[in-house]
């Protein structure tokens, strides 16, 4: 199975510790889409990337979050710091390469817990 | 107003019934639209894209856009128990960002 890969499913940090959430597209897909969900709210984009390339941030916090997809290996969206309001469900989706009409595909999400 | 918007529910409807989830969304250059199903403590799962006015069935599955009413619908027939879920509509303006609705949560009474 190609699918979308995340890891870890569930990461547990104290105030102050930082995060790093991994993903690999699928085969043959060039873009990554993170996402976070609240309990009981919608999926909010948070930053599209393609290979060494951060296309929009336009969703992300401006303080402690940063994303990257290196040349090689996952995408990975690091928080620094973390705080209690950071705990929620993070998923990567992945896309083919025309970009503007791309179909996303989800991974099974990181659930992030902040003690 | 929300980008797009979603009864949160919960509908219920019995086992064997036709459960209809709707949308609605703002942005009157939408083009892309999409039904998602997410169990809970699960992740999206995509069922239906649509793109032109109309119909498009898949199975027990129905999407209806009506882009002049600025909304799009998810008929499910022969509702079963599996079904129950959360579902996610989802919009895109030609570009590559979805915005999502904060979900229908659908119960099929067994």
């Known amino acids: 199975n190609a699918g979308v890969m995340q890891n870890p499913r569930h990461l547990v940090r104290r105030r102050g510790q930082e995060a790093r959430l991994r993903c690999s597209p699928m085969?043959?897909?060039?873009?990554v889409y993170w996402y976070r969900q609240l309990p009981e709210e919608g999926l909010k984009f948070m930053v599209y990337?393609?290979?060494?390339?951060?296309?929009?941030e336009s969703g992300m916090p401006k303080e402690r979050f940063s994303a990257e997809f290196p040349k090689e290996g996952p995408s990975i969206l690091r928080i620094q710091q973390v705080v209690r309001g950071d705990s929620a469900a993070y998923f990567c989706?992945?896309?083919?390469?025309?970009?503007?009409?791309?179909?996303?595909?989800f991974g099974p999400g990181t659930r992030l817990t902040v003690l | 107003q929300k980008e797009v918007e979603q009864n949160s529910g919960p509908l219920s409807v019995p086992e064997g019934a036709i459960a209809s989830l709707n949308c609605t969304y703002s942005d009157r250059v939408s083009q892309s639209f999409f039904w998602y199903r997410q169990y809970s403590g699960k992740s999206p799962e995509l069922i239906m894209s649509i793109y032109s006015n109309g119909d498009k069935e898949d199975g027990r599955f129905t999407a209806q856009l009506n882009k002049a009413s600025q909304y799009v619908s998810l008929l499910i027939r022969d509702s079963q128990p599996s079904d129950s879920a959360t579902y996610l509509c989802a919009v895109n303006r030609g570009t590559y960002k979805y915005i999502f609705g904060t979900g229908t949560r659908l119960k099929v009474l067994a």
């Open positions: 085969k043959g897909h060039s873009h």
């Open positions: 989706a992945s896309g083919g390469t025309s970009g503007s009409t791309d179909t996303q595909y």
């Open positions: 990337l393609q290979k060494e390339n951060i296309i929009d």
